[in-house]
Every structure is written in C-alpha cells, then in structure tokens.
C-alpha cells in the first residue's frame, strides 16, 4: 500500500488566490481528518470525515476553508481566498474501522505558503 | 478527552533505553493511550496504543501505570533515526472522531 497519498508537497501561491490541496486515502479505510500544523499552534484538527460525510467541521477556520469527500479515495481541502496567515503544512490522515484497534496514518503533508 | 502533560523535551543517547512520560490524571475508564511521533519533515507516525495492559510491539512498549494516571513510552535502544516529537493522546473508547494533540516531548538523540 503507498499510504496517504497528498499532493502538491509544496504550494507557493499569492495572497487572493484559491489553492486546492488533495488527498487520496488508504483504500479501505472509512475516516479522513485533515490537520493543519503550525509553529504557534501545533497540530490542529480542522475537518473530519466518516464514510465520505463531513462529521465535525468545527476546526475550520473560516469560511474560506471548504472540503469535500466526493468518493472513498479522494478528498480536497480548499481555501478562496489564500492569506499569508494560513502558511502551514497541512495533513491528510486515515483510519480503517475496528474503533481503537486501527491507528491513524498520516500522509506526508503539503507546505502551503502564502506570499 | 482529557488532557496530558509531557515534558517539552527530553535527550538520550544512542542505543540506550529512552523513557518518555506522559501525565494523564483525569483519565477515564474508557479512555485509550495513544502514542504518535513525527520526524522531522514528515506527518505523525502510530507507535503504540493501550487501555489496561503494558503493551509491546515491534517500535516501542506502552509501560501503564495500575492507577492509569500516568503511561510511559519505552523504546528499548535509542537510534539517532528515533529523534522526533512523541505525542501522548487520550481518546475515548467509543469516541468515532478525532486525534488531539498536545506539544508533546521533543527527543534528541547523541550518537
């Protein structure tokens, strides 16, 4: 298995514009979070997903943070407008069922940086 | 889910036994121990989890105290390729969501 999958690794973009991040998921698996890490603030949990439906979106920021699930082995993350300050690496991770018996897997991150 | 405390940071030296705390003293009955690392430039890694029980896999063993009160993550021989952040995270049993992390426990380690 390839793990979680995210793309882009790295993401430079200018302040305005939209950015789009991906995330396929380890098949099988029924839970995607998406985590957003900074400095300040750590790892921080913005979205959820069980069974492809948004479960607490609680974490996102703002309303120009959106994400979707549209099948079981694809996710996006998308902020319209970009900001300097949501610079950070952001995290997609999955988790197979079973409750406590499957551990999270996380894949490598996308850095996102806003000029 | 309740909270745990983690020392900012700790240092070993390689391939000696390394003891990583965590605190969590208002754990519940239901609450699982969960470790995590991440290594530098990568996302969080699964180490171990436990309810009740030490626990032994093939990274680390999850040493549990018989109050439950506190957990020790114990990696037998320290390598340099263990220098990471450790996370100790309290979820609930029945608990279907999410992971929350705290600062965890930065470690070094001197070849």
Do not use: F, L, V
């Given at each position: 298995d390839a793990g979680v999958i995210q793309s882009p690794r790295h993401e430079v973009t200018e302040m305005g514009q939209e950015v789009t991040l991906r995330c396929k998921p380890i098949s099988g698996h029924n839970s995607l979070f998406w985590y957003r890490q900074t400095m300040m603030r750590g790892l921080e949990l913005l979205i959820y997903f069980n069974n492809n439906v948004?479960?607490?979106?609680?974490?996102?920021?703002?309303?120009r943070f959106s994400a979707k699930?549209?099948?079981?082995s694809f996710s996006t993350l998308k902020i319209?407008?970009?900001?300097?300050?949501?610079?950070a690496v952001y995290f997609c991770a999955s988790r197979g069922t079973g409750g406590q018996s499957y551990g999270y897997t996380f894949g490598s991150g996308t850095r996102l940086t806003v000029v | 889910d309740a909270k745990t405390t983690q020392p900012n940071s700790m240092e070993s030296n390689e391939e000696e036994p390394v003891h990583l705390p965590c605190n969590?003293?208002?754990?519940?009955?239901t609450d699982y121990i969960h470790w995590y690392r991440q290594l530098p430039s990568q996302g969080p890694e699964y180490v171990i989890h436990g309810l009740t029980s030490n626990v032994n896999n093939r990274m680390a063993s999850l040493a549990i105290a018989e109050d439950r009160k506190s957990s020790t993550l114990i990696l037998h021989r320290a390598t340099l390729r263990d220098a990471a952040v450790y996370y100790c995270i309290l979820r609930d049993r029945g608990s279907q969501g999410n992971l929350i992390f705290g600062k965890g426990t930065k470690l070094s380690v001197k070849p």
């Open positions: 948004p479960i607490d979106d609680s974490g996102m920021p703002e309303d699930m549209p099948n079981a319209q407008p970009s900001e300097p300050r949501d610079s | 969590h003293s208002t754990i519940s009955g």
